[in-house]
């Protein structure tokens, strides 16, 4: 795997080496080895799949707090997705900055995102699947999210939003 850090520290694109032959080819998503020995969270304790019917579908911005803050590492299994990151670091040199990556079946990549960071997508294509692996356990009393559009992060979202869970429309705007 090649760790790529992008321009907000801690936060990773991850390319796997594939091994290519007549049948297709093989590679590695996930080596606790290889994420100890760049400084990445291995623990992995929880995974979850996002299947969603149509384009345009929104989910986010999600993270939990400490002691249950988690670190995700997000690929898209099916379709494609524009998937968003801010980080809530109050002592980053990037607090508050957004991250985006397109993520598809196609390109494999992987976008690590440690504790402290809000994540959210949007589907780019109908039947777009996404795998999350965390870090920690789901802990709804530790759950919490603002709105997606919210002016202060600026995100331009690729396509117009048609559909979006009512609990991620009742999300306010963040408190700074």
């Known amino acids: 795997m090649r760790f790529n850090q992008t321009t907000i520290k801690g936060l ?20 606790q080895k290889e994420f100890l020995a760049n400084g990445l969270n ?5 995974c979850s799949i996002s299947y969603n019917k149509r384009k345009g579908t929104l ?4 993270y939990q707090i400490a002691p249950m ?4 590492l997000v690929r898209c299994t099916k379709g494609a997705i524009y998937d968003v990151s801010i980080d809530l670091r109050k002592n980053s040199n990037t607090y508050l900055q957004s991250i985006a990556f397109e ?8 976008i690590y995102i ?9 589907t ?10 965390m870090s920690e356990f ?9 709105r997606y559009d919210d002016p202060a992060f600026g995100i331009k979202w690729p396509l117009k939003t048609v559909i979006i869970s009512e609990k991620d429309k009742k999300y306010q705007n963040i408190k700074i």
């Open 12 to 31: 990773y694109i991850i390319e796997p080496d594939r091994l290519e032959d007549e049948r297709g080819f093989f590679a590695r998503t996930f080596c």
């Open 42 to 46: 291995p623990r992995l304790v929880q």
């Open 59 to 62: 989910r986010g911005m999600h």
């Open 69 to 72: 803050a988690e670190a995700k």
């Open 103 to 110: 993520l598809t079946s196609d390109n494999h990549i992987m």
């Open 114 to 122: 440690p504790e402290g960071f809000a994540h959210g997508f949007q």
């Open 124 to 133: 780019l294509e109908d039947n777009s699947e996404v795998f999350y692996q």
């Open 138 to 146: 789901y802990a709804s009393e530790y759950a919490q999210g603002f």
